[in-house]
């Protein structure tokens, strides 16, 4: 995980300036970090603090989803991964500020997790509380709460069998059912399946400690069936399927509201295809359903095209900004470094002034950038 540039004054300004999550984007996202997001409680500096995370990888021809989230969130950066060994190139969608994890937290709040992952992020949450309660310098966490919190997160990653004494108790409280199409489409965006060999088959296969999820799925949508399998030396898992000839129409008409997002949105574009004309049974035209077999296979594939990120704004805005507000303080007097370090003592999200000096190569000139030259210290102007 990395920090994003310009400090708290760009993660600030980036925030303003996003899009904004309505309710649908608000429960797919959800949905999505329940199927691919993962939280971290790391120590840093060798255990003397801390730092929160959550991180969700795809695949880069599948990058369009992520700059998308980045985009009405303003939370996060996006990074490239190359490929390794069999692996093909990812994107990885990284959330790591105090700022930012306190305003994924506060989403999640109002878009719940609805599986297994809504008790790791009941733990991740407590420990973002603890870890910005300053949200500028280091958190030291003394009395190890930190660590216990990071030992418990760990433990609920681990499979338990739901029915062994030693499954975690939830006491999570159960999230309302309003929401769970978009939640839904983001989650099947993550995890879904389709299949057009021999039948049309749309599922969600998930470790077995999950089944409460899928039976949600199952029972609000009415549709499909879940099966556990446990094969020898493997952790048991749980099956979502609908594949009944009958239920087709349904599930094409759920996934169509769900609203499925990047690749998976044009895997189901074919797979429907396929799947309505199974509907139709012996009527059915056996070349229409290898067509759509053809189209979801190519749209499954992996992508060979350049990855676009999106351009982050260098940070010298977010710093003008600042100097700005820096110089409507201090209305009648000159804007020397040491009034500046002065009122920043009241505004610890404010870069330092050694960072603007950097960013626009001494003091003088970030306040020329900012259209404050004339206010700067007669003696520093003109030895500048």
Not at 67 to 85: K, S
Not at 98 to 113: A, G, I, W
Request: positive net charge; hydrophobic residues 40%.
């Amino acid at each position: 995980m990395g920090r994003a540039v310009g400090g708290a004054a760009e993660k600030v300004r980036a925030l303003a300036a996003a899009q904004g999550v309505d309710d649908v984007d608000g429960h797919a996202l959800a949905g999505f970090i329940e199927a691919e997001g993962s939280f971290s409680i790391v120590p840093n500096n060798g255990g003397r603090s801390w730092l929160c995370g959550m991180s969700l990888n795809q695949r880069a021809d599948d990058a369009d989803v992520l700059c998308d989230v980045v985009r009405v969130t303003g939370l996060g950066r996006l990074y490239p991964v190359p490929a390794r060994r069999t692996s093909r190139p990812q994107v990885v969608w990284s959330v790591a500020s105090k700022l930012e994890c306190r305003e994924l937290v506060r989403l999640l709040q109002r878009y719940p997790l609805r599986g297994r992952k809504r008790r790791e992020f009941a733990v991740w949450s407590a420990a973002v509380d603890r870890w910005s309660e300053s949200l500028h310098g280091s958190s030291r966490t003394a009395d190890g709460f930190m660590s216990s919190a990071a030992a418990e997160l760990r433990a609920l990653r681990r499979y338990v069998d739901p029915g062994h004494p030693g499954a975690p108790e939830d006491g999570v409280p159960e999230p309302p059912s309003d929401g769970l199409s978009a939640f839904l489409g983001g989650f099947f965006t993550g995890e879904g399946s389709f299949s057009l060999r021999g039948r049309a088959v749309a599922g969600i296969h998930l470790r077995a400690d999950d089944a409460d999820l899928v039976r949600t799925f199952r029972d609000v949508f009415a549709v499909g069936r879940v099966s556990v399998s446990a094969p020898l030396g493997v952790s048991p898992s749980v099956r979502w399927t609908v594949c009944r000839r009958a239920e087709l129409p349904q599930a094409i008409a759920i996934l169509e509201a769900a609203v499925l997002r990047g690749r998976k949105r044009r895997e189901f574009e074919a797979w429907r295809i396929g799947a309505a004309e199974y509907a139709r049974g012996r009527d059915r035209d056996n070349a229409v359903i290898a067509a759509a077999a053809d189209s979801l296979s190519r749209a499954r594939a992996y992508t060979e095209r350049p990855v676009e990120l999106p351009a982050r704004d260098p940070p010298t805005q977010a710093y003008i900004e600042v100097l700005r507000a820096f110089a409507d303080e201090l209305p009648d007097g000159r804007l020397t470094c040491t009034a500046y370090t002065l009122a920043r003592a009241s505004h610890p999200e404010w870069p330092t002034r050694n960072t603007l000096a950097v960013a626009f190569g001494n003091w003088e000139q970030a306040l020329d950038a900012a259209g404050l030259g004339a206010r700067a210290s007669p003696w520093r102007r003109d030895r500048a």
